[in-house]
């Protein structure tokens, strides 16, 4: 049914098709729509059976997801920034006990300083964890990467996580299609467990492992990560066949027929980076989009394919390792390696900024010009940075570089003192 509906409410009713068994989660903006939304179904009957679980935070949410999927159920939960980090040691043995949980990861940057806008921070920070993570471009793939995942997770035994721009994805109301419950069904078939903790069959799961078998759980970890990379647009093909429209995959790309310069990213940015590319195409440029969907497993060899050819690619990423450049970048690059094109990051859109148009036709015009630098920080104030650092070096106490900042800026309402 086509519906004029928010994101995290598509989200939250294409996750109760899934007819998950056990959900909890802990409030944090923006993910609190989809578990309100999914809480509210549970009170009502509307999903059933179904138990939603009121936790004190969220590490006891995926603890909780822990426990409930090791028994045998059909487990769910969502959170975003510091919601994730407060879960990381937990996020990491989901993964290492290789159980199938679902999660929504609403995108938000990470503080110091506080901020709640969307960036890619907070799955950056745990892309090593060994959870498979799916960027949405769109609210309707959102939504159909959440019925994707539930299979993928059951079919590999490994944690999925949904990953969609908080505020832009998860608060726009837009058009999404959201399938009926008879066709969730068969598409997502009953869970079996891989493994359960039964007392009537009694078994350690998460055991001490010491070094004489480490090193080969995780290579096996890494094994079934590789393994995704085939399952992953296999059902992506299956999904197209059964709901008739394309969502998921590996990746996907835009106008880069004969491309000189192919742009790559993740998530929402894609959309304007395409309005981008069309109007450098009107204009006689021979440029392209890459969007990568799986960004774990990498997928190298289909990235490696997508670029083949072209002369530049520029990496757009709403994240960055502090101290050395782009997150994405260095994956691309890795897959590039032995290629003859130039690669170039181009961060932008941290703590929410908006991405424009025309700012990007300008890296992209400054790109076709072989005149951008190996790492941009779009539309960044130099001069407001420059001010600071100055601040810093001429005297030993000057005060919070961010609220400083601020106060240059003069966005700070008042002063205290």
């Not at 793939?141 to 969609?164: G, I, N, T």
């Not at 961010?402 to 966005?411: C, F, P, S, Y």
Request: hydrophobic share 45%; aromatic share 6%.
């Amino acid at each position: 049914m086509l519906r004029q509906i928010e994101g995290s409410r598509a989200v939250a009713e294409t996750v109760a098709l899934c007819r998950p068994e056990v959900v909890c989660a802990y409030p944090i903006s923006p993910q609190t729509h989809i578990i309100e939304a999914i809480g509210a179904m549970v009170k009502s009957g509307a999903l059933t059976p179904c138990e939603f679980i009121n936790v004190e935070s969220e590490f006891a949410a995926m603890s909780v997801s822990i426990g409930a999927s090791a028994t045998g159920a059909r487990s769910y939960t969502a959170t975003a920034s510091q919601g994730l980090l407060f879960m990381i040691e937990a996020v990491y043995n989901a993964a290492g006990l290789g159980l199938p949980i679902v999660m929504t990861l609403a995108n938000r940057a990470i503080g110091a300083p506080i901020n709640i806008w969307n960036d890619h921070s907070d799955a950056m920070a745990v892309r090593d964890s060994g959870w498979i993570q799916l960027f949405a471009e769109t609210n309707q793939e959102a939504a159909d990467l959440h019925v994707q995942a539930f299979r993928l997770a059951e079919e590999l035994s490994l944690p999925v996580m949904v990953c969609m721009d908080g505020f832009i994805l998860t608060h726009a109301v837009e058009r999404v299609e959201l399938p009926d419950q008879a066709e969730v069904d068969a598409f997502l078939p009953s869970y079996e467990p891989r493994q359960v903790l039964d007392p009537d069959d009694p078994v350690s799961i998460g055991a001490m492992v010491g070094p004489e078998a480490f090193e080969e759980v995780r290579y096996l970890a890494h094994l079934r990560q590789l393994d995704a990379l085939e399952r992953i647009p296999t059902l992506a093909a299956a999904f197209d066949e059964a709901f008739g429209r394309q969502s998921g995959g590996l990746l996907h790309p835009y106008r880069t027929e004969g491309a000189e310069t192919i742009v790559v990213a993740l998530g929402s940015v894609l959309g304007t980076i395409k309005d981008a590319v069309d109007a450098r195409r009107d204009a006689g440029e021979r440029v392209g989009v890459v969007g990568i969907t799986a960004f774990r497993p990498f997928p190298r060899e289909a990235v490696r394919g997508a670029l083949s050819g072209t002369h530049r690619v520029v990496v757009v990423e709403k994240a960055f390792s502090i101290g050395y450049g782009g997150v994405l970048s260095t994956d691309v690059a890795m897959a590039t390696h032995d290629s003859d094109c130039t690669l170039r990051t181009v961060v932008g859109g941290l703590g929410g900024r908006p991405i424009t148009r025309d700012s990007l036709e300008e890296v992209l015009a400054a790109a076709a010009r072989d005149e951008l630098d190996p790492l941009t920080f779009l539309d960044l104030e130099i001069e407001i940075v420059q001010r600071e650092r100055g601040r810093m070096t001429s005297t030993r106490r000057s005060g919070p570089s961010a609220e400083n900042i601020l106060r240059d800026l003069g966005t700070v309402a008042s002063r205290i003192g």
